[in-house]
């Protein structure tokens, strides 16, 4: 019953700025803690941020923190990640996740999945 649509990738210059929206299917959402993941090729998928129901608590990758900013608007139940100060070696698909649980559940093994949005930063 849980659907989740990722928009917002594309291709950036190193250093700049990038939004990705992720929009939900139902009502469940408010009460879902969100995150996204990102693989890029040949690498294993990992764990970027992650946000729990209210918006009070966040979690995020060493690799972004001060760069990424995750965030949540549960009356649109859509979840955003911003990116700044973009790098070549963020390059990746990014997925946003959903979870019933709680963050840790999250960033271990979400529930629901999205389908991805291509990221790329040129140098």
């Known amino acids: 019953q849980v659907q989740l649509v990722e928009s917002g990738g594309g291709l950036v210059q190193a250093g700049g700025s990038l939004r990705l929206s992720c929009a939900t299917s139902?009502?469940?959402?408010?009460?879902?803690?969100m995150g996204w993941f990102r693989q890029a090729p040949g690498k294993e998928r990992e764990f970027v941020a992650a946000i729990n129901w209210s918006g009070g608590s966040t979690d995020y990758a060493d690799s972004v923190k001060g760069r990424f900013t995750i965030s949540r608007h549960n009356a649109k139940n859509t979840v955003y990640l911003q990116m700044n100060s973009l790098k070549p070696e963020d390059t990746a698909v990014y997925y946003c996740?959903?979870?019933?649980?709680?963050?840790?559940?999250?960033?271990?093994?979400?529930?629901?999945w999205g389908q991805g949005t291509q990221v790329t930063v040129s140098s």
């Open positions: 139902g009502r469940t959402f408010s009460s879902y803690a």
């Open positions: 996740a959903a979870d019933p649980g709680t963050i840790v559940v999250l960033t271990t093994a979400p529930g629901y």
